[in-house]
Antibody, heavy 118, light 113 residues
Framework: EVQLVESGGGLVQPGGSLRLSCEAS????????MNWVRQAPGKGLEWVSY????????YYADSVKGRFTISRDNAKNSLYLQMNSLRADDTALYYC???????????WGQGTLVTVSS | DVVMTQSPISLPVTLGQPATISCRSS???????????LGWFQQRPGQSPRRLIY???NRASGVPDRFSGSGSGTDFTLKISRVEAEDVGVYYC??????????FGQGTKLEIK
């Protein structure tokens, strides 16, 4: 069974930083691309970032470009999202989601909540 | 960016009756590899999204056969043949053809009438 477990969320002031982690199990992590997708409270889904299996290819949504950095450690089966210069509109539940050649996004974690507020 | 527009936004359905959700993209979704990366996700209350359908009509593993997807070009449909209580939630379409970014529809909330 595939499990993706996010951590690192919390309350942070505007302008602050936070690092999210996602630990994967039940899949050959090093063979899968990975994504971060977020959901603001009561809102829909917004794709945030993508990283290929070998970290060679990385993409960001325009809304986070220059502020967020995605990375991974295949030896630790882990995905990360470094979030800097956080704004109130970054407040959301952040999901780690596995990539998929056929569906682009496959499995989802349970999410970690990031709240940006003073 | 490709805009995905779903309808209806709210869908009250009687148990055992069919349900249909539409999704329209702002441009055609056929990829240069010949595939159409249009999928559907289900998000039950309080849960993470779950992949239901990929490439228009392929059910993901474990998805009941009462769920089906169809469509082509810019118009796509998710159908539930007979709604059950466990189907309550929000349904999202997503395109993965013209990316980045992947883009989602705004969601359709299915409730029991």
């Amino acid at each position: 069974e595939v499990q993706l477990v996010e951590s690192g969320g919390g309350l942070v002031q505007p302008g602050g930083s936070l690092r999210l982690s996602c630990e994967a199990s039940g899949l050959t992590f090093s063979s899968f691309s990975m994504n971060w997708v977020r959901q603001a409270p009561g809102k829909g889904l917004e794709w945030v970032s993508y990283i290929s299996s070998s970290s060679n290819t990385i993409y960001y949504a325009d809304s986070v470009k220059g502020r967020f950095t995605i990375s991974r450690d295949n030896a630790k089966n882990s995905l990360y999202l470094q979030m800097n210069s956080l704004r109130a509109d970054d407040t959301a539940l952040y999901y780690c989601a596995s990539g998929s050649g056929s569906s682009r996004i496959g499995f989802w974690g349970q999410g970690t909540l990031v709240t940006v507020s003073s | 960016d490709v805009v995905m527009t779903q309808s209806p936004i709210s869908l009250p359905v009687t148990l055992g009756q069919p349900a249909t959700i539409s999704c329209r993209s702002s441009q055609g979704l056929v990829h240069s590899d010949g595939n159409t990366y249009l999928g559907w996700f289900q998000q039950r209350p309080g849960q993470s999204p779950r992949r239901l359908i990929y490439q228009i009509s392929n059910r993901a593993s474990g998805v009941p056969d009462r769920f089906s997807g169809s469509g082509s070009g810019t118009d796509f449909t998710l159908k539930i043949s007979r709604v059950e209580a466990e189907d309550v939630g929000v349904y999202y379409c997503m395109q993965g053809t013209h990316w980045p970014p992947y883009t989602f529809g705004q969601g359709t909330k299915l409730e029991i009438k």
